[in-house]
Nanobody
Framework: QVQLVESGGGSVQAGGSLRLSCATS????????MGWFRQAPGKEREGVAA???????AYPDSVKGRFTISKDNAKNTLYLQMNSLKPEDTAMYYC???????????????????WGQGTQVTVSS
């Protein structure tokens, strides 16, 4: 059973930084991709970073150059470093794990079947 537990959310001013953590356990062959998603009130859940087991990474243009996904294998922890935060980054952030068919968009939520409980990020102007 895959378990994901996020932490590190909080409130910051625009231009600030936060680092989210996702403690992971229970990997199986069914989880070859890990990602970070966010969902603002009234909006669809969107992918903001994804990483496969080989370390290849994908970001949407909205966060490219500001967000960095990484993984510490020794600690079984996935991170999302968020810099230059903007008010529009305000959302609940979720860690997720799943499998994605070759050639598919890694940032689509439909490929992920394991989710954490989420951590709130609020950016004020």
């Amino acid at each position: 059973q895959v378990q994901l537990v996020e932490s590190g959310g909080g409130s910051v001013q625009a231009g600030g930084s936060l680092r989210l953590s996702c403690a992971t356990s229970g990997y199986t062959y069914t989880t070859d991709l890990m990602g970070w998603f966010r969902q603002a009130p009234g909006k669809e859940r969107e992918g903001v970073a994804a990483r496969d087991m080989a370390g290849r990474i994908a970001y949407p243009d909205s966060v490219k150059g500001r967000f960095t996904i990484s993984k510490d294998n020794a600690k079984n922890t996935l991170y999302l470093q968020m810099n230059s935060l903007k008010p529009e980054d305000t959302a609940m952030y979720y860690c997720a794990a799943g499998r994605v068919p070759v050639g598919s968009n890694w940032l689509l939520k439909k490929w992920y079947n394991h989710w954490g409980q989420g951590t709130q990020v609020t950016v004020s102007s």
